[in-house]
């Protein structure tokens, strides 16, 4: 598992995860980059599930928002109908976290196509830690990177399927 956590905050949006790649109780990798930037479209997304998994749905993203002029929403919607139906997708199972300047989304195997209150996402095995740790922190004066950073730091520090190799994207 994995943990993302995205944060709004000032007109920032920041994407951030681990880098710890498990293979049940084994640690594979701790430096694996988990979030990555569709530049053309200005769209971040974090992903929680395998590696292999991860570049299918990004590709599939990433031609949904070409399909849809940049339409992150009906991006979205698309990949989630696909996501369910497809005999070869629907055997995935993992999450999502997508974001541009206006709009955040969780997108789900199921067919869910979240958009959560408030300005903070967070998904994967400590997902509900970052998650608490960013909304708390999104009091302070701190920026949305650093809200981030220090919500995957906790995340760190509870969960063992998480560490603290910290990756970010920003728009």
Known sequence: MTTIVLVRKNKN????????????????????????????????AGFAGSTADALTLFERLEGKLEKHAGNLARAAVELAKDWR??????????????????????????GDVLEPEGNVIG????????????????DTDLSAEEVA???????????????????TEKI
Request: proline fraction near 0%; hydrophobic fraction near 45%; aromatic fraction near 4%.
């Open 13 to 44: 949006v920041v994407v951030a995860s681990d880098g710890q790649v498990s293979m049940g109780n084994t640690i594979i990798k701790s430096t694996a980059n988990k979030v990555r930037k569709i530049e053309k479209k200005n769209v971040i």
């Open 85 to 110: 139906t497809d005999k070869y997708l629907r055997r995935l199972e993992a999450l999502m976290a997508v974001a541009d300047k206006e709009k955040s989304f969780i997108i789900s195997g199921t």
């Open 123 to 138: 998904i994967g095995s400590g997902g509900n830690y970052a998650l608490a740790s960013a909304k708390v922190l999104m």
């Open 149 to 167: 950073k220090k919500a995957i730091t906790v995340a760190s520090e509870i969960c063992v399927f998480t560490n603290n190799n910290i990756v």
